[in-house]
């Protein structure tokens, strides 16, 4: 399919509205947010949308912990790797990639590449871009040897920190989308692959563990947040939460109230019977209120032989 050709200004329009595009917003309200007019607005929108619901829903599932997942990515940055695989490759959705980069840290997993060789890789893009001509299949090289998105990132950051930024050097050499399908997305297109399915792989793990992140094993003894148990369980019920047996978040956040973190098999009883003895003492203090509220009322009833009787007739001539 013939793709439509930009001028650099209507470009950068275009990468600006993929980074800025507000899905909860209606097509009207984004043009006033972003200064994008509204016909591009909704040329880009079909680009993403699916991505973009699809990362919110990710991005729901992992919360805070993705940093620790090699190769994942949630929220927008899930998006634009989803828009990559399922729509047509141009130049302006890997600068939107790129730029997310930096403005969407929180949505990277980890990177599997060291220092090192992100030195080498920069070193060698520079080289091919630097001076007269431009050394395409040594760019194609480079990107060839990035494994995931969050990898992608760290070369961006690298070659930003002894040479400057990457798509500006490279958008010196590379004209168009051909070249820039050629020598920088097909390369990539594995590490994006890589990134999706790490995702969703996780997406799935997490859904099976309950959708929080944490892989509850059995345990005896001494519970702590990981922990499954019938114990644990228990102690839920005195504390009136969800009695699951799975020692999460919630759990802590209610044995904190108790003054505990972590507990033994010792400390059940002292848990428990400090939320019965509560619980005794506020039904007690119920029923002696209502006992007194009977007593009051009793109190202020007349008594029925003080009552003049109304139907008695005085002074009778």
Same mark, same amino acid.
């Given at each position: 399919?013939?793709?439509?050709?930009?001028?650099?200004?209507?470009?950068?329009?275009?990468?600006?509205?993929?980074?800025?595009?507000? @899905?909860?917003? @209606?097509? @009207?309200?984004?043009?006033?947010?972003?200064?994008?007019?509204?016909?591009?607005? $909704?040329?880009? !929108?079909?680009?993403?949308?699916?991505?973009?619901?699809?990362?919110?829903?990710?991005?729901?599932? !992992?919360?805070?912990?993705?940093?620790?997942?090699?190769?994942?990515?949630? #929220?927008?940055?899930?998006?634009?790797?989803?828009?990559? @695989?399922?729509?047509?490759?141009?130049?302006?959705?890997?600068?939107?990639?790129?730029?997310?980069?930096? *403005?969407?840290?929180?949505?990277?997993?980890?990177?599997? +590449?060291?220092?090192?060789? !992100?030195?080498? +890789?920069?070193?060698?893009?520079?080289?091919?871009?630097?001076?007269?001509?431009?050394?395409?299949?040594?760019?194609?090289? $480079?990107?060839?040897?990035?494994? *995931?998105?969050?990898?992608?990132?760290?070369?961006?950051?690298?070659?930003?920190?002894?040479?400057?930024?990457?798509?500006?050097?490279?958008?010196?050499?590379?004209?168009?989308?051909?070249?820039?399908?050629?020598?920088?997305?097909?390369?990539?297109?594995?590490?994006?692959?890589?990134?999706?399915?790490?995702?969703?792989?996780?997406?799935?793990?997490?859904?099976?563990?309950? #959708?929080?992140?944490?892989?509850?094993?059995?345990? *005896? #003894?001494?519970?702590?947040?990981?922990?499954?148990?019938?114990?644990? $369980? %228990?102690?839920?019920?005195?504390? %009136?939460?969800?009695?699951?047996?799975?020692?999460?978040?919630?759990?802590?956040?209610?044995?904190?109230?108790?003054?505990?973190?972590?507990?033994?098999?010792?400390?059940?009883?002292?848990?428990?019977?400090?939320?019965?003895?509560?619980?005794?003492?506020?039904?007690?203090?119920?029923?002696?209120?209502?006992?007194?509220?009977?007593?009051?009322?009793?109190?202020?009833?007349?008594?029925?032989?003080?009552?003049?009787?109304?139907?008695?007739?005085?002074?009778?001539?």
């Amino acid at each position: 399919m013939v793709q439509p050709k930009y001028s650099p200004e209507e470009a950068l329009q275009r990468v600006k509205l993929m980074m800025g595009y507000d @899905t909860k917003k @209606t097509l @009207t309200e984004n043009v006033e947010s972003t200064g994008i007019n509204l016909s591009e607005q $909704a040329n880009v !929108f079909k680009d993403i949308a699916a991505g973009a619901s699809v990362g919110a829903g990710a991005g729901a599932v !992992f919360g805070g912990g993705v940093g620790a997942i090699p190769g994942a990515v949630i #929220g927008g940055i899930y998006g634009l790797v989803v828009g990559m @695989t399922s729509s047509s490759i141009r130049e302006d959705n890997f600068k939107a990639l790129v730029k997310a980069c930096s *403005t969407n840290t929180n949505e990277l997993g980890k990177k599997t +590449l060291d220092d090192a060789t !992100f030195d080498k +890789l920069s070193d060698a893009i520079y080289t091919a871009v630097d001076g007269m001509g431009t050394d395409e299949d040594a760019i194609k090289s $480079a990107f060839s040897q990035i494994p *995931t998105v969050p990898d992608l990132c760290g070369l961006v950051d690298n070659y930003k920190e002894t040479y400057g930024d990457l798509v500006s050097d490279l958008d010196g050499d590379l004209d168009g989308d051909t070249e820039w399908r050629d020598y920088v997305f097909l390369p990539l297109r594995p590490a994006i692959r890589a990134s999706k399915a790490a995702s969703e792989k996780t997406n799935d793990d997490k859904k099976k563990t309950g #959708g929080g992140g944490t892989s509850y094993k059995p345990c *005896t #003894g001494t519970y702590q947040i990981g922990c499954m148990s019938d114990v644990i $369980a %228990k102690v839920q019920g005195c504390l %009136k939460i969800s009695a699951d047996g799975k020692f999460g978040p919630k759990t802590k956040a209610a044995l904190s109230g108790k003054g505990f973190t972590t507990f033994t098999d010792a400390d059940v009883d002292k848990i428990c019977s400090g939320t019965e003895e509560k619980l005794g003492s506020d039904v007690e203090s119920q029923t002696l209120g209502q006992d007194q509220n009977v007593s009051n009322t009793n109190t202020n009833v007349p008594s029925s032989t003080n009552q003049p009787d109304s139907t008695t007739k005085t002074g009778i001539s």
